[in-house]
């Protein structure tokens, strides 16, 4: 059997060739420069199933769900930042994370009684119409959410860019069902959390992914990537569904929302730290800890925070 590609691969590549009809074969016995046609291989495995199809990276049924594995989707989604330099993903860490991390959690420890006595014990005052738009959406909000478990599964939500979309439908939730001091208290984080994700993404994470991705049709898949629908929703139309919650029930902020905020910032950094970025999940690579350097990215964020809570709703 003549073969085609990589010869690593032969046993799996491997495809008896086609025969002619026996009466073509006999006439051809003795003719020089006779050759027995082979068809084109294809340089990957390809199976066809019926309602979907798998080329050996991806599988997807007809409807476009995703049909991987957890482990399998796992490991395409370490692949994706293998860019980065492997100093930022691996390695220990600098002392001096440590050390800043520390820092921040004791100040946070030492202003607690100060900032848990200005949480407002009256929620604040709702427009007219604003537990039926809550309503509507809510809806849409848990209409994405649905759609990203349904066609990627639920490892998505762990993601600072989710944690914000969460924050704002619960907020829309909470006035729907008219629970309305509870949203009080994710207040600051829907706001900030969501001003965060629209500028760093926007400015920051997505212009770093996109320059250390050096292939140009790779460059463009990640622009497509960027430009559909859902990432659209969760990096850029998060920021309008959050303002037009804090306008269906608007109060000045407090030194409890700035509290609030900074305490579930800290929490989820410290997840990422700990939990995704030794599993390969480097979502937000300008957080590693193995650099000194990461103080300065980490003090952007605090002062990012700061700001948007003393100039809300200004900025």
């Given at each position: 059997?003549?073969?085609?590609g990589?010869?690593?691969?032969?046993?799996?590549y491997?495809?008896?060739?086609?025969?002619?009809?026996?009466?073509?074969r006999?006439?051809?016995?003795?003719?020089p420069?006779?050759?027995?046609?082979?068809?084109?291989?294809?340089?990957r495995p390809?199976?066809?199933?019926?309602?979907?199809?798998?080329?050996?990276?991806?599988?997807?049924s007809?409807?476009?769900?995703?049909r991987?594995?957890?482990?399998?989707?796992?490991?395409?989604?370490?692949?994706?930042?293998?860019?980065?330099?492997?100093?930022?993903?691996?390695?220990?860490?600098?002392?001096?994370?440590?050390?800043?991390?520390?820092?921040?959690?004791?100040g946070?420890?030492?202003?607690?009684?100060?900032?848990l006595?200005t949480?407002p014990?009256?929620?604040?005052?709702?427009?007219?119409h604003?537990?039926?738009?809550?309503?509507?959406l809510?809806?849409?909000?848990?209409?994405?959410l649905?759609?990203?478990?349904?066609?990627?599964?639920?490892?998505?939500?762990?993601?600072?860019?989710?944690?914000?979309?969460?924050?704002?439908?619960?907020?829309?939730?909470?006035?729907?069902l008219?629970?309305?001091?509870f949203?009080?208290?994710?207040l600051?984080?829907?706001?900030?959390?969501?001003?965060?994700?629209?500028?760093?993404?926007?400015?920051?994470?997505?212009?770093?992914?996109?320059?250390?991705?050096?292939?140009?049709?790779?460059?463009?898949?990640?622009?497509?990537?960027?430009?559909?629908?859902?990432?659209?929703?969760?990096?850029?139309?998060?920021?309008?569904?959050?303002?037009s919650?804090?306008?269906?029930?608007?109060?000045?902020?407090?030194?409890?929302?700035?509290?609030?905020g900074?305490?579930?910032g800290?929490?989820?950094?410290?997840?990422?730290?700990?939990?995704?970025?030794?599993?390969?999940l480097?979502?937000?690579?300008?957080?590693?800890?193995?650099?000194?350097?990461?103080?300065?990215?980490?003090?952007?964020?605090?002062?990012?925070?700061?700001?948007v809570?003393?100039?809300?709703?200004?900025?």
């Open positions: 059997a003549r073969f085609h990589n010869s690593s691969n032969y046993g799996l491997r495809r008896a060739e086609p025969q002619p009809p026996a009466s073509l006999s006439a051809a016995l003795g003719l420069g006779f050759r027995v046609p082979t068809l084109p291989l294809p340089t390809e199976l066809r199933q019926r309602g979907g199809a798998m080329d050996g990276k991806r599988k997807t007809a409807d476009g769900v995703d991987r594995t957890p482990e399998e989707r796992l490991r395409d989604v370490q692949k994706i930042f293998h860019i980065f330099p492997r100093w930022t993903r691996e390695g220990p860490w600098s002392p001096v994370a440590y050390v800043y991390i520390a820092i921040i959690l004791s946070l420890a030492y202003a607690a009684p100060s900032s006595a949480f014990s009256t929620p604040a005052a709702t427009w007219e604003a537990r039926l738009a809550s309503s509507a809510a809806l849409y909000m848990l209409g994405v649905a759609y990203m478990f349904k066609t990627t599964g639920w490892y998505p939500i762990v993601s600072y860019t989710m944690q914000s979309w969460t924050y704002v439908t619960l907020r829309h939730v909470c006035r729907a008219g629970l309305d001091l949203g009080e208290f994710l600051f984080p829907a706001i900030v959390t969501a001003t965060v994700t629209v500028t760093l993404w926007w400015t920051l994470i997505a212009p770093t992914i996109w320059y250390f991705i050096k292939e140009p049709e790779k460059r463009r898949g990640f622009v497509r990537f960027n430009s559909s629908p859902f990432l659209l929703n969760v990096h850029l139309i998060n920021a309008p569904l959050m303002v919650d804090y306008l269906m029930s608007p109060r000045p902020l407090v030194e409890f929302d700035l509290w609030i900074l305490c579930l800290m929490a989820y950094l410290i997840f990422y730290l700990t939990v995704l970025d030794p599993m390969g480097h979502f937000y690579i300008v957080f590693t800890p193995r650099t000194a350097l990461c103080v300065v990215s980490y003090t952007m964020v605090l002062c990012v925070y700061w700001c809570w003393r100039w809300w709703p200004f900025v």
